[in-house]
């Protein structure tokens, strides 16, 4: 997809920016794929009302903050690092030319720790805010704070494709709510049997056999963590795949450069198997994909009062995250979803 198309945000744009202008809050709610991560920052950043100040945007996930400050730098026809910068855990690519700054929660934290009012930004954006964290609550908090007690011009601006909007907006002071009317692309769901006993590999590397000899396109496979990942990617590798299929593991813990070769749209002909964490849930299109298979779990951290600490399990994902995860096989055109 060009970074030039015409999006379904595309028709909202002047909605968001009047709403801006007249309230000091506003909800946004787009289905995946609409193009509000990166279309409305950009249709913002020249907004009178900015007074010249920054536009922050915060994502949950490090991966989709240099993806989203990529692609709206490539729709500038920039480098990151111009006009659109980020910051993220141990990397940062801006200059003093910088409008538009895509953070981490971590990094969004420190700043307002470090300048309380937020002096060079006049706008705040918190994207895909129903995955909800404690950094991302703490900063929506503290960012409400200095707006009533300091700041009376600084914007605050929440968006989600899954989103009890209604509760967020009386939070907000009874914000406008303004939704995209672009539903996505139809995604059929088809239910597989649940694994037999503890392999999850071996089940998700049969569903993906299974997916590839049914389907035509790339597939997006969620599994909970990295030992799984490494585990199916090596079930698959052994055999069984079509000639030109490749498959791309999708986690935290791998370099930039793995990542952007996990997301990069597959060669002409080939198809691509991406086994992915919840890092793929939002935020991210992976060109060619059309099928999802979702194991319906997540790692998370969970505390253990019989040993006084914190440990990663096993969990089952939400409604909201199983249908982000759904939403991702139909944002370039119909696709199917195994669960």
Same mark, same amino acid.
């Given at each position: 997809m060009s970074s030039h198309a015409a999006l379904p945000i *595309? #028709?909202? !744009?002047?909605?968001?920016? +009047?709403?801006?202008?007249?309230? &000091?809050?506003?909800?946004? %709610?787009?289905?995946?794929?609409?193009?509000?991560?990166?279309?409305?920052?950009?249709?913002?950043?020249?907004?009178?009302?900015l007074n010249g100040r920054k536009i922050v945007m915060l994502e949950p996930r490090r991966l989709a903050a240099r993806m989203s400050a990529l692609r709206m730098a490539n729709t500038l026809g920039e480098n990151v690092g111009e006009t659109v910068g980020f910051r993220v855990r141990l990397e940062s690519k801006v200059s003093a030319r910088t409008r538009i700054e895509v953070v981490t929660e971590g990094?969004?934290?420190?700043r307002l720790q470090s300048d309380p009012e937020l002096a060079d930004v006049g706008l705040l954006i918190f994207d895909e805010f129903h995955?909800?964290?404690? *950094? #991302?609550? !703490?900063?929506?908090?503290? +960012?409400?704070?200095?707006?009533? &007690?300091?700041?009376?011009? %600084?914007?605050?601006?929440?968006m989600s494709a899954t989103l009890d909007d209604q509760a967020v907006a009386t939070l907000l002071g009874d914000a406008p709510v303004l939704a995209s009317a672009h539903r996505p692309f139809p995604v059929e769901t088809r239910y597989l049997s649940a694994p037999a006993g503890d392999d999850l590999p071996r089940e998700m590397a049969a569903a993906v056999?299974?997916?590839?000899?049914?389907?035509?396109?790339?597939?997006?496979a969620f599994l909970p963590g990295e030992g799984e990942i490494r585990r199916t990617a090596g079930l698959l590798e052994d055999g069984g795949?079509?000639?030109?299929?490749?498959?791309?593991?999708?986690?935290?813990?791998?370099?930039?450069?793995?990542?952007?070769?996990?997301?990069a749209p597959p060669a002409p002909g080939a198809r691509k198997v991406v086994l992915a964490t919840?890092?793929?849930?939002?935020?991210?299109?992976?060109?060619?994909?059309?099928?999802?298979?979702?194991?319906?779990?997540?790692?998370?951290?969970?505390?253990?009062?019989?040993?006084?600490?914190?440990?990663?399990?096993?969990?089952?994902?939400?409604?909201?995250?199983?249908?982000?995860?759904?939403?991702?096989?139909?944002?370039?055109?119909?696709?199917?979803?195994?669960?």
């Open positions: *595309d #028709a909202l !744009l002047p909605d968001v920016a +009047a709403a801006l202008e007249a309230h &000091a809050c506003a909800v946004v %709610l787009a289905a995946p794929g609409a193009g509000k991560t990166t279309r409305i920052p950009l249709h913002l950043r020249d907004a009178h009302w990094i969004l934290t420190r995955e909800r964290s404690l *950094d #991302a609550d !703490l900063g929506l908090a503290l +960012a409400l704070d200095i707006q009533r &007690a300091l700041r009376p011009d %600084l914007k605050i601006l929440v056999r299974r997916a590839l000899a049914e389907e035509t396109g790339s597939i997006l795949l079509p000639p030109g299929c490749l498959v791309a593991p999708l986690f935290g813990a791998l370099s930039p450069d793995e990542q952007n070769r996990a997301i919840t890092i793929a849930e939002t935020s991210l299109t992976i060109e060619g994909v059309r099928v999802v298979i979702d194991c319906g779990t997540k790692r998370a951290p969970r505390f253990d009062p019989g040993r006084g600490m914190t440990q990663l399990v096993s969990i089952r994902v939400s409604r909201a995250a199983a249908e982000q995860r759904r939403g991702r096989a139909g944002r370039l055109g119909p696709g199917v979803c195994y669960r």
